[in-house]
């Protein structure tokens, strides 16, 4: 009797084998469904990132920008002053040392000024940028070349002119 149903047997084992291969497929999907997953979180976290070390990188650049366009717009506030003889006015952007600096007349802070230009700003340190003027004297015969120092004060969180020097 057992020998009559070996076509049945037959049938069980492949069923059986199907099963198991079906069993395999399925457990090998689940698999390269978690390995996909994992690749992709994976992708999202290094873009991620990535995103994050560029941005801090532009936000450096940008707040370096906007102080050099700060200490710009004191120094070009300062020249104006000086150029409409307010003298009173333009003091105000000076530290101690350019004060002394003007007391022991190393520069003129109020002249027959007609206009100005800045021919170049660059920063020096954390707090310091260092600046070229050329000033035009009113009988347009007669140039000035001044380097000026703008300090930040930091307890104050604003730019003064720290020094100016007479190039040549």
Known sequence: MRDSHPQEM???DLNFEKKK????????????????????FLGIAILSWQYHKIAEKEI????QTMEQNLAEDLLEKF??????????????????NAMEQKNQEK????NNFKSF??????K?????????????EENENY???EIIIITKILELDKYYIDSIEIAG
């Open 107 to 110: 520069f003129l802070l109020i």
């Open 117 to 122: 230009e800045i021919l170049k700003t660059e």
């Open 143 to 145: 140039e000035i070349i």
């Open 60 to 63: 450096f650049s940008l707040k």
């Open 79 to 96: 020249m104006a002053y000086r150029i409409e003889k307010n003298e009173n006015q333009a003091m105000l952007y000076l530290t101690e």
């Open 21 to 40: 291969k079906y069993e395999r497929i399925k457990d090998s999907s689940w698999f390269i469904l978690t390995i996909a997953f994992l690749v992709a």
């Open 124 to 136: 020096k340190d954390e707090t310091n940028y260092k600046s070229t003027v050329k000033i035009q």
């Open 10 to 12: 037959e049938t069980q």
